[in-house]
């Protein structure tokens, strides 16, 4: 019992850890995509991060099977699809609506957690889900709130990233965390290569601003951060995931000052 509650402890602490990564970028990204656009940076940055985890295991990519390429495409593309829909609702949303409704994923997790295993959360977990919502309100919103139709965008954002934790959590105890990440960057570098080329005619410019966004999000903010995740996460809940990473605004905003 002690060395399960160490583990989910270490987990808990690296689950952190990533969302402290994910928080520094925000303001180095922003500026990156006023010089190239949105998915085009995306896909550069996991093609980036893909590449990255491929050449420190070589040796495992004889072990890649069916099974895990199945499972890292799903995944992939639930990222993917938190992506697109964060990005497309900030075009009609303001950063505060944004922010929480994308936060709301700590909320639809235990929710959907509950309906897939029939099992209900505890006490302290639901406690920790309202506390963590209502701080993210306070930290997020103004003095009002108004809905438009770039919410309905960041809800379904909120979703993909509900069901891409989930998918973590049921797919990462029963396969290789490196082989599970690359698959699942991997997807995120086809996918948004594909959309950038259908959608954004944009020149490429391959600024100092730009590669600083790279160099600080390709290796320790995606691929590096996925990893960890994929890694740690069999080791604590869903829900306690979802509550860590609604630290990532906090830490943005801490960042930003």
Not at 217 to 223: K, M, N, R
Not at 233 to 242: E, L, M, P, Y
Request: charged share 10%.
């Amino acid at each position: 019992m002690e060395r399960n509650r160490n583990q989910q402890l270490k987990a808990d602490l690296s689950l952190l850890m990533v969302t402290l990564i994910w928080g520094t970028t925000f303001v180095v990204v922003k500026n990156a995509i006023a010089d190239m656009p949105t998915f085009r940076f995306i896909g550069i940055r996991f093609a980036i991060a893909c590449l990255f985890l491929v050449l420190i295991s070589l040796q495992k990519l004889k072990q890649l099977n069916k099974k895990t390429v199945q499972a890292g495409l799903l995944i992939g593309i639930l990222l993917f699809g938190g992506y697109s829909f964060q990005t497309l609702g900030l075009q009609y949303t303001s950063a505060s609506n944004a922010g929480f409704i994308t936060g709301l994923a700590v909320v639809l997790v235990p929710f959907m957690s509950t309906l897939l295993t029939r099992r209900a959360p505890g006490l302290f977990t639901v406690l920790g889900v309202l506390s963590a919502t209502i701080g993210l309100a306070l930290l997020t919103l103004g003095t009002s709130f108004s809905l438009n139709k770039g919410d309905l965008l960041e809800f379904l954002c909120a979703v993909c990233f509900c069901l891409h934790i989930l998918a973590v959590g049921k797919f990462a105890p029963d396969m290789d965390a490196t082989l599970l990440a690359i698959v699942q960057v991997g997807t995120v570098a086809v996918a948004a290569g594909l959309l950038s080329l259908g959608v954004e005619s944009q020149a490429w410019l391959f600024s100092e601003v730009v590669w600083l966004g790279l160099l600080l999000t390709a290796i320790p903010a995606t691929s590096l951060a996925f990893l960890i995740q994929t890694k740690m996460q069999k080791f604590t809940t869903t829900t306690r995931t979802a509550i860590i990473f609604t630290m990532e605004p906090v830490f943005a905003a801490l960042f930003a000052f």
